[in-house]
């Protein structure tokens, strides 16, 4: 396994959690100035630390999914006000530079669910094809 595709490390993760829930919190007590933002409603699923924990990568989606982007755009401008409040908030040594990306876990899973419950799947899980024999 390459260095760049390593699992993180329990120390990572703790952290990435301890970012999650605390940006969380700030989200849902500060009023956020930016226009994109009024009456927005954040889900931060995962927070990934790096090594060093200097820097976390935010995987955030609106509420009900739209305007994606724009929201995302969003978020990242208010992203130096957001770590402000995170550095108070967290007993950390170093306060973690964020960046914001939209999580596409939640299409995906859609996706794979749709197909999943589509009639020609259905029918090959049920063995529809029983008449074929090849080999």
Do not use: W
């Not at 700030?26 to 930016?34: K, P, Y």
């Not at 933002?37 to 995987?59: K, N, Q, W």
């Not at 989606?61 to 969003?74: F, N, Q, R, S, Y």
């Amino acid at each position: 396994m390459s260095k760049k595709h390593k699992a993180p490390s329990q120390r990572q993760l703790r952290a990435g959690e301890l970012v999650r829930h605390a940006l969380a919190d700030i989200l849902a007590r500060e009023n956020l100035r930016d226009t994109d933002l009024d009456g927005v409603s954040l889900t931060i699923s995962e927070v990934r630390a790096s090594p060093d924990l200097r820097h976390a990568r935010v995987y955030c989606v609106p509420l009900g999914g739209k305007d994606t982007p724009t929201v995302i755009a969003a978020i990242n401008r208010c992203a130096a006000f957001l770590r402000g409040r995170l550095g108070r908030e967290i007993d950390m040594k170093f306060t973690p530079r964020l960046v914001f990306e939209a999580d596409t876990s939640f299409d995906q899973a859609s996706h794979v669910n749709a197909l999943l419950h589509s009639p020609d799947v259905a029918r090959d899980l049920s063995g529809g094809d029983e008449g074929n024999d090849e080999g």
